[in-house]
Structure formats: structure tokens, C-alpha cells
């Protein structure tokens, strides 16, 4: 089999509520849909979400790097030889989140090639995974309505936290709102996106004793070594690694250094190869995970419980895959549900992410 062409599609679909966080905000989900054609009729899909205020790239630099930089040397290879389309898209530097995407519609046309599902491809360890949602900044009392909400609605128990506002008093505030209202049994932990020093972060931890957080993700920027160090030995609750970690050798590096002591998976911008490679360095490690959402649509969000639904380690936390809820319309055929707080991975070949025409047609933005 051979590629005889990629597509990368930019498109626009506004979001009826915006996510906003420490380090951007998300009001309109300006993604890039990749293609991966073959001379069999068989084609890759995945979805690109750009998010400059984290890795750098945006919509044009994503369609750029795919077609301009990838496609041209990576068609005419057998989509299989995954290997050899990975060392051609490492002479480019950085440039994760077109990578990812590009890995993931190679997986997804493997898994249509060969008739199979792609988490049964990876690991095929159960078939669907618990849901984590993401509250984005609000004041504290809406925070928990909404949390309120998505359990009732979706039977949702474990909540991610954007905080690293100053005052700390505001976040710290809304983690006891949030804890009271919700009770013991519900999880909650923590992401700054980097919003405070390492410093500030340890008051936060000291301030909100006995709430009962479960992680502290992205606390301060990763490249404070020292002071993010000290953090990670004071910490009574792992923290976790996410924009730091991007490929195999920046969570090795995290790891080793004392960074942090868990991992955020993004298959986004990982792929499920460099997502595999991740995830054997924490299993070896003895480090937890935790599936992330990187603000994804639900194509996104099928790649990401296809990869955690595959294996045991991805699949004991929840999985951040709700945030697709958020966005006014999507581009997938059968829109995903979320049902007693788990999503079901597809029993597709492929990822199982079938794209509506129409709906393409409607929100691309080249033509
Ligand atoms: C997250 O976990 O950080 C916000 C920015 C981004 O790249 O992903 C989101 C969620
Ligand atoms: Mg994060």
C-alpha cells in the first residue's frame, strides 16, 4: 500500500461556553483536520488542535508543517512503515501537535487496512474509560453549578481544576466551594498551566490541606528546575507533567530531574506512538498517568480513550475526554455520548472517527 496524498484541513466551530485557563483561553475550536489517502481507498483521519500558548503551533503553521514540510517526502512510503514516516517528520523540530496527528490517522488507516480497532491495535485492555471533565476559570459558585451539572447530566465524578490565578485566594476559595458542595466521593485535582511559581504553588498545597486533591498538574514553568524540584519533595500529592512532556525524552528528563512524579498523556500531541514509548517509560518507571485532553473535539477525544481504553496503566484514572460538550457542533458523523460517566471506545475499524461531509463542507475555512 502506498500514500498517494495528505489533507490538512482547516476549519472553524465556534464554542458555546469558552474554556479559560492560566496560560490562553479557547473560544473557537480553529483545528486542523488531517487526511492520509492511499492507493487502496483506504484513509487515515485525525484531528489537529493547535494551542500556541502551550507547544507554539497554530491553524496556518499546522497545514504548513503537514503539507508542505511532511507530505511531500511522506508520500509515495507504505503508511505501515511507520518507522521510516516518523524519521522523516524528526528532521523537523518541535512541531508536536502536527506530528501527533499525522501518527494518529497512520494508526487509524492501519486499523481500517487491516479490519480491526485501533485500541484492540494498541493493547486492547477494556473498551471504554471513565470520564474526567475540565472546569475552566469561573467565579467559585459557578464552578460548582457546573460541576453539579455534568454529574447529574453524565453521571461524572472526577473533576479537573484550572487554577494558577492570583490572588492564590481565588482558586484556593474555589477548591473549598467545590469540595463542600460536591462531597468526599467525588475527585478533584489540579492544573495551573504554569500560572504560579513553584513557591505560590506549595502555599496553594498548604492552604487547601485536607480537600482532598488527588494531582497538581503544571504547577510553574518545567525550566525553574530548582524551585519546581523543591516543590516536587515538599508535594504530599504527585505532580504531574503536561505541556513539559510532549515526547518520550522531555518526561524522561522531567522524571529524572525531580519535575515532576506523573505524566499527562496527550494523545494530541503525542500520538499513540510517542504516546506507547511514554507511557512504557512511566509503567517502568512505577509513575501514574492520567489521559489529558488538550481542549480536543470528540474526534479528538475517540483518539484519546482509544489509547487509554487500550492499556491497564491509562485506564485507572478517569480520562479528560468531556470537554468536546462545550463546542457548538463537531465534525463527527455519530456524535459521542457519555453515558454513567464512561465513554466507549468505537468498534470500528480503524478509530472510528467517520467524518460528516456536510458538516466538513460547512465549517472548513479554505474554500
Ligand atoms: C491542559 O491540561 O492543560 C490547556 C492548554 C492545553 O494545551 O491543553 C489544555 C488542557
Ligand atoms: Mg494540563
Request: proline share 0%; hydrophobic share 45%; charged share 25%.
Given at each position: 500500500m502506498k500514500i498517494t496524498g495528505i489533507e490538512a484541513i482547516p476549519y472553524a466551530i465556534p464554542y458555546n461556553h469558552p474554556l479559560a485557563f492560566a496560560s490562553g483561553s479557547v473560544a473557537t475550536a480553529d483545528h486542523v483536520l488531517v487526511r492520509i489517502h492511499t492507493d487502496e481507498g483506504v484513509t487515515g483521519v485525525a484531528d489537529a488542535p493547535p494551542r500556541p500558548y502551550t507547544y507554539g503551533e497554530t491553524q496556518v503553521s499546522i497545514k504548513n508543517v503537514v503539507e508542505e514540510l511532511f507530505a511531500p517526502q511522506i508520500i509515495g512510503l507504505d503508511p505501515f512503515d511507520r518507522e521510516k514516516i516518523h524519521a522523516v517528520m524528526r528532521r523537523t523540530i518541535h512541531n508536536q501537535v502536527a506530528k501527533g496527528t499525522v501518527d494518529i490517522a497512520l494508526w487509524d488507516l492501519a486499523g481500517k487496512a487491516l479490519g480491526q480497532p485501533v485500541h484492540k491495535l494498541l493493547g486492547g485492555w477494556t473498551d471504554s474509560m471513565r470520564v474526567s471533565h475540565m472546569l475552566g476559570f469561573k467565579p467559585a459558585q459557578e464552578l460548582l453549578d457546573e460541576a453539579l451539572r455534568f454529574g447529574e447530566d453524565y453521571g461524572i465524578t472526577t473533576f479537573k481544576l484550572k487554577v494558577g490565578r492570583r490572588p492564590l485566594s481565588l482558586d484556593i476559595e474555589a477548591c473549598r466551594v467545590l469540595r463542600e458542595g460536591l462531597g468526599e466521593g467525588v475527585e478533584l485535582y489540579l492544573d495551573a498551566n504554569r500560572g504560579w511559581t513553584a513557591n505560590e504553588a506549595l502555599q496553594v498545597l498548604q492552604q487547601t490541606e485536607g480537600l482532598g486533591l488527588t494531582l497538581l498538574e503544571e504547577p510553574c514553568d518545567a525550566k525553574e528546575a530548582m524551585s519546581r524540584r523543591r516543590l516536587v519533595e515538599k508535594s504530599p500529592i504527585p505532580v504531574v507533567g503536561d505541556e513539559s512532556v510532549p515526547t518520550a525524552g522531555d518526561a524522561s528528563r522531567e522524571l529524572l530531574s525531580g519535575g515532576c512524579n506523573a505524566i499527562c498523556i496527550k494523545t494530541a500531541r503525542s500520538g499513540f506512538t510517542e504516546a506507547t514509548e511514554i507511557l512504557g517509560l512511566c509503567t517502568g518507571l512505577g509513575v501514574d498517568v492520567t489521559m489529558g485532553n488538550?481542549?480536543?473535539?470528540q474526534i479528538g477525544s475517540l483518539a484519546t480513550v482509544t489509547f487509554g481504553a487500550a492499556h491497564e496503566a491509562t485506564s485507572r484514572r478517569a480520562g479528560e475526554?468531556?470537554?468536546?460538550?462545550?463546542?457548538?457542533?463537531?465534525?463527527?458523523a455519530e456524535p459521542i455520548s457519555i453515558v454513567d460517566g464512561r465513554i466507549s471506545v468505537r468498534d470500528l475499524p480503524g478509530v472510528g472517527a467517520e467524518i460528516s461531509e456536510d458538516k466538513l463542507a460547512r465549517y472548513r475555512t479554505d474554500s
Open positions: 488538550q481542549i480536543d473535539t475526554l468531556s470537554n468536546f460538550l462545550d463546542m457548538s457542533d463537531d465534525l463527527l
